[in-house]
């Protein structure tokens, strides 16, 4: 698995000066490839889907046993975090079989800036978080007029 990290860092190592306005992903990359750790690969529960339509986006995670005042959904900078907020330990009751996770847990997902969390919703013992991508219009495509005046950019700006 290192040798893999190192591979995606020099990737990013190799392509960083391509791309303009990035440095909190190449950082962020960079950060995970040196502490493979963050990444909390072990860290399998509650399982989970990332559906994307469109500009929506909705994250379904399987919470079975928990309800909504076990669990906080809290969105700080980009990233989004959903936890248990209550052990939902039950260990007064005698399970003969104890086969549904119910064990407290932390999931975290990095979002891009233009992403924006409308709404989570628990159901049948899954988690949805409800997004949408949501593009200003100074970053739409747009066709940018070249100018053949011998004026420099500066000069523009200050007329």
């Known amino acids: 698995m290192t040798d ?14 391509k791309f303009v306005g990035y440095d909190d992903t190449f950082s962020l990359i960079s950060n995970l490839s040196t502490h493979p750790q963050n990444l909390n690969y072990s860290k399998g529960y509650p399982p989970y ?15 079975a046993g928990f309800n909504e005042k076990d669990v906080s959904v809290d969105v700080q900078d980009s990233t989004l975090m959903v936890k248990s907020v209550s052990n939902n330990d039950e260990s007064d009751t005698n399970f003969l079989y104890k086969g549904i996770a119910s064990r407290s847990f932390e999931r975290s997902f ?8 409308d709404d989570a919703k628990l159901v049948n013992g899954i988690l949805t ?31």
């Open 4 to 17: 893999l990290f190192r591979s995606v860092s020099d990737f990013f190592n190799l392509v960083e000066g």
């Open 49 to 63: 889907n990332i559906v994307r339509d469109d500009d929506n986006i909705r994250i379904e995670l399987a919470v």
């Open 110 to 117: 990095h979002l891009a800036k233009t992403v924006i969390v």
């Open 129 to 159: 978080v409800y997004m949408h991508n949501e593009i200003p219009e100074n970053r739409r495509a747009r066709n940018i007029q070249i100018n053949s005046s011998k004026k420099s950019a500066v000069e523009f700006l200050r007329d």
